[in-house]
DNA sequence: GTCTATAGCAGGATAGAC
DNA sequence: GTCTATCCTGCTATAGAC
């Protein structure tokens, strides 16, 4: 561990603890006397760190979501390269499904992810056009660009929206939904049953309810 | 107008504006005197006609949320009853997508009916269970119970789950993450940016990326 | 049933000692 | 940089007049 000065530990810690906070019950929900009491350190640390309460939200989406962000991104990349043939819708849409549910993240971290960027997502505040801009937008033109390359017939760009949406739509919905889904099924979200939840994403990605069609790739 | 007595009206402001209110910004989020000042009543008024702030919470649960989820599944049946024919994957698809995307409610209803859904949903609280018992349970068993009777194949219990929970996904991504919808088409909600949502609904959820295949019904 | 007034407390933020 | 002590605002909830 490195610990040049005590300074960035304990920001550190405001910083961790302030993220799992705010995911778990948003920006009022939480106080500043929690994350202190969690981050075990003074009150006041908060203002000398990062000025005021706000500041340190958008700091969590800053300094914590979109770094992560981009590291499920590149876990993406790095799984598609790896894939033979990584040409294909099939490749595209496992090495997403795998990225985003089992990816570089611990569960928790996961957790906190998809709870911030969902609250923020459906009620535009301060750190949505950080998200929007730095999130949503790469990742939407990356997977845009990467599927016209491998679906061989002629796309028109709404509607490859559109399917992108919907994919992300179902990761999203496994990921945070999470007491629902098991509930229904039974499975908790071990590594079993995610390998069983990416293999149905790619299924209905590709085929949907296959009417009349079935059984597919690995 | 009815107003036999005031009392009912003054109750009912308040419920409509708290549903409102704790939709945007959740429980903790707004102060009854947000909400008084909406409703335009007094700060008593509260306390007097729901004991306290979160029964308040509890009781839009109970008396709107759970209702109106009760008249979209009624108005699913009914579209799908008018279908004809009415017993194909297709038909139980766009009677869903049309029932929870153009439905019996206003916009302004259905943005409040999916925020509080989801933001219960994710982190369950005390409104939870009563979410789940209303309207998650009886939606799923009765989607379930009628595309079976559709589905020409044998399908196992949990993956008919998953299929039916990716649809759900989808319907409600559309739904809560406007915003983002909206920036990425550059569509608003009009009544036909919404007849495209639903005709990609349920073709995507018949044949997904439709690998080689397209074009379907109405 | 509806109001005013207020109790009682928790929140964010800061000043100033060390 | 870190702490204690404190300010002041704004919250929920209630008591009690009308």
Redesign the pocket.
Known sequence: MKQK???A???ERILNNAESLFAQKGF?G??????INAAN?????????F??????YLEVFRARLIPRSQSMCERFKKFLGQRQPSDSPAAVVEALAQAFLEGPLSDDERRCHYQLMVREMSQPGEAFDLVFEHVMQPLLQDLSRRLRLVITEEIEEERLILNIESILGMIIHFNYFRSVITRFTGHAYDSSFKKRLIEHIIDFSLYGLGVGKKEVLT
Do not use: F
């Open positions: 000065n005590k300074d530990i304990v920001k009022r939480v106080t500043v006397r929690e994350i350190c003074n009150l006041s640390a908060v203002n000398y760190y000025g005021n309460k706000k500041n340190l």
